[in-house]
């Protein structure tokens, strides 16, 4: 079964940007939908963006739409998450989770208790 490492947080300026990975290191994403969650500092886990099986759809929360962009490299079998136009309300610990499961209601990605494995998270700091 796929573990799941996340990397390239930092701290940044407003404006910046920063691409997060996610790697199985053991295991595969290859088949797996893959999503990117975030818990700011004294909030809850929200959904960050999520990408299908396949790559070919997408889903953004409404807060990241247009800066954010998740693909992914399966022969590398990395997913990632382009930030740009970072903002201070983008301070938080991202998380990848991963789930081999199928949906057809484009709701189910976003839904944190629909996957099943997640990593260890980074911090991501964006100062003003």
């Known amino acids: 079964q796929a573990q799941l490492v996340e990397s390239g947080g930092g701290l940044v300026q407003a404006g910046a940007s920063l691409r997060l990975s996610c790697v199985a290191s053991?295991?595969?994403?290859?088949?797996?939908?893959v999503g990117w969650f975030r818990q700011p500092p004294g909030k809850e886990t929200e959904f960050v963006a999520a990408?299908?099986?396949?790559?070919?759809?997408?889903y953004y929360a409404d807060s990241v739409q247009g800066r954010f962009t998740i693909f992914r490299d399966d022969a590398e079998n990395t997913v990632y998450l382009q930030m740009n136009s970072l903002k201070p309300e983008d301070t938080a610990v991202y998380f990848c989770?991963?789930?081999?499961?199928?949906?057809?209601?484009?709701?189910?990605?976003?839904?944190?208790?629909?996957?099943?494995?997640w990593g260890q998270g980074t911090q991501v700091t964006v100062s003003s």
């Open positions: 990408v299908n099986w396949r790559g070919g759809r997408t």
């Open positions: 053991s295991g595969t994403l290859v088949g797996y939908v």
């Open positions: 989770a991963a789930s081999g499961a199928r949906y057809t209601d484009v709701k189910v990605p976003a839904a944190q208790n629909w996957y099943g494995k």
